[in-house]
């Protein structure tokens, strides 16, 4: 059973804050597919709202993103520490919410959080304005 576990979330200001929030596995290999070769996604939800999609990296590494979060937000992996990232950048008020990372398992969009399994706990990502 692949377990994610999201870390790196924490309080920071608007404008120049960076922030990088990481998602570890403990399994490198899913359905014969190694950890590097993983579809996997980030997504966020604020209190009170639906869980959206923020970013996405495909088995061959290419990577998409949601419009509000382009050119400031970057997704990528380690495969030798069995770690997906989000570099966070520029962060704004309205980028406040949990962070969640999951698995790619079904051909829907990319962009819909009923194609992921294996949700991890969150990291709560909170920027003050």
């Known amino acids: 059973q692949v377990r994610l576990v999201e870390s790196g979330g924490g309080l920071v200001q608007a404008g120049g804050s960076l922030l990088r929030l990481s998602c570890t596995t403990n399994?490198?290999?899913?359905?014969?597919?190694?950890?590097?070769?993983?579809?996997m996604g980030w997504f966020r939800q604020a209190p009170g709202n639906e869980r959206l999609f923020v970013a996405h990296?495909?088995?061959?590494?290419?990577?998409k993103y949601a419009d509000s979060v382009k050119s400031r937000f970057t997704i990528s992996r380690d495969s030798a520490k069995n770690t997906l990232y989000l570099q966070m950048s520029s962060l704004k008020a309205e980028d406040t919410a949990v962070y969640y990372c999951?698995?790619?398992?079904?051909?829907?969009?990319?962009?819909?959080?009923?194609?992921?399994?294996?949700w991890g706990q969150g990291t709560q990502v909170t920027v003050s304005s």
């Open positions: 999951a698995v790619k398992t079904r051909p829907t969009s990319d962009s819909d959080p009923d194609g992921y399994d294996f």
């Open positions: 399994e490198r290999t899913f359905n014969e597919r190694t950890f590097s070769t993983w579809a």
């Open positions: 990296i495909s088995t061959d590494g290419e990577s």
